[in-house]
């Protein structure tokens, strides 16, 4: 695929299926481009999630960060398959992508007013988010509609995806803008989601699109590795501020050195499973291991966000207690640890020897929970958590790796 200017006076390229076995598929600099701009709404969803937790605001925390993360990511996860199989890169598709970039930033700025309204406790303000979102999805529907123009082979499968994706955004539209108090929104919200994520099922159960599997690894790996810098600069951003209000000091330079080592030790363990070849093997597992990234995706960027709450533990600025404090950031950090487990357990099959690993890793990251509970800082669970991914990282490489190639084998 060229990227150049020539591209862009290519003419219009019929959306018939890319090769799914094609060598040296990459991803583009488009696609990149359009992953970036998702760290928007990751940061200030993060920002918000800190600071509801910091002041105990756990329903606007938990409702308000799952419902931006949910948008978000099935909004991204849409666009990655779709393009992995159908990706023309003529102009076209190019300005309906970026009509997708431009949704996402509108959704941006839905998050502050959905999270605070939240916390007032009045009727869910998600208009904007909502707004933002439908940008995104009727832009995915233009190229749905291309793909069932321009292919008779995937033709039924483009009508599915264009059914599913238009009833859930009439749906997500009555929710921004019909008088709903926040149990019927709960309500409404559930059944979208759950109809969200059925057409993508329903739509391939007989014919499945042309996705190309080390393509699709790649684009994860590629969401996971930006998912986990929104954490290094969410950490870089509260480290200024404490050295604004305080200076240097020694629970300062600590915060910064454990939470580099838990991002690098996350993208370590991420990264020894290969996840490319797994997918060729076994391309029917594709839907439980897409849908089940969601999970990973959500528990690192609220990891990056308790390591802002952490530091407002520092600064005394967290009005809550140091277990809760803790929890912020050890409670994703497993969440990710066991999610990433699972996947490479349901693609490469069970390996006793990293169970262990992992089993042995989540102990110790309770044990931590349980020593601030005793009356240890918050601090120390976070460099006992540091210790205990290095460790995992280290056995897994001396004791999995050779296991993992085999089964692969």
């Not at 591209?7 to 060598?23: I, N, S, V, W």
């Not at 291309?146 to 859930?168: C, E, G, H, N």
């Not at 080592?261 to 597992?285: C, D, E, H, M, T």
Request: charged share 10%.
């Amino acid at each position: 695929m060229t990227d150049g200017p020539s591209a862009m006076r290519r003419r219009l390229t019929r959306m018939a299926g890319r090769d799914p076995h094609e060598e040296g598929r990459t991803a583009t600099t488009l696609e990149l481009f359009f992953d970036l701009t998702f760290v928007v709404v990751f940061s200030l969803a993060g920002v918000q999630l800190a600071d509801a937790l910091a002041e105990a605001h756990y329903l606007s925390a938990f409702l308000g960060f799952g419902l931006c993360s949910f948008a978000a990511i099935w909004a991204w996860i849409n666009f990655t398959w779709m393009a992995s199989a159908f990706d023309t890169d003529d102009w076209l598709f190019r300005a309906v992508t970026m009509l997708q970039m431009i949704g996402v930033c509108i959704m941006g700025l839905g998050v502050e007013p959905f999270f605070s309204s939240i916390t007032a406790g009045e009727q869910p303000n998600n208009t904007v988010l909502v707004i933002g979102y439908v940008v995104m999805r009727v832009a995915l529907l233009a190229q749905w509609t291309r793909i069932a123009i321009s292919s008779p082979q995937y033709r039924t499968v483009a009508v599915t995806y264009i059914v599913a994706i238009t009833i859930a955004q009439i749906g997500w539209i009555f929710s921004a803008f019909a008088p709903l108090t926040l149990t019927q929104f709960v309500i409404i919200g559930a059944i979208l989601f759950v109809m969200e994520l059925g057409g993508p099922y329903i739509a391939e159960r007989r014919t499945r699109t042309p996705w190309n599997p080390h393509h699709i690894a790649e684009r994860y790996g590629l969401l996971t590795i930006i998912t986990l810098g929104e954490g290094v600069v969410g950490t870089v951003t509260a480290l200024q501020a404490l050295l604004k209000a305080q200076g240097w000091s020694v629970d300062i330079a600590v915060l910064g050195v454990a939470a580099m080592v838990l991002n690098l030790s996350i993208w370590w363990i991420y990264f020894s499973i290969p996840v490319g070849q797994a997918l060729v093997r076994n391309p029917g597992k594709c839907f439980a291991w897409g849908y089940g990234h969601m999970v990973i995706f959500v528990a690192i960027a609220a990891f990056g966000a308790g390591l802002h709450v952490e530091a407002l533990g520092i600064s005394h600025e967290a009005h809550v207690s140091n277990v809760v404090v803790a929890c912020a950031f050890v409670v994703p950090l497993a969440a990710a640890v066991l999610g990433i487990e699972i996947m490479d357990a349901y693609l490469t099959g069970f390996d006793g020897h990293r169970a262990l690993t992992v089993g042995i890793t989540l102990a110790l990251l309770g044990a931590g929970i349980a020593a601030v509970a005793a009356g240890a800082t918050p601090l120390a669970a976070l460099v006992w958590s540091a210790v205990a991914l290095l460790v995992q990282v280290v056995v897994e490489e001396v004791w999995s790796g050779k296991r993992r190639a085999e089964r692969l084998a």
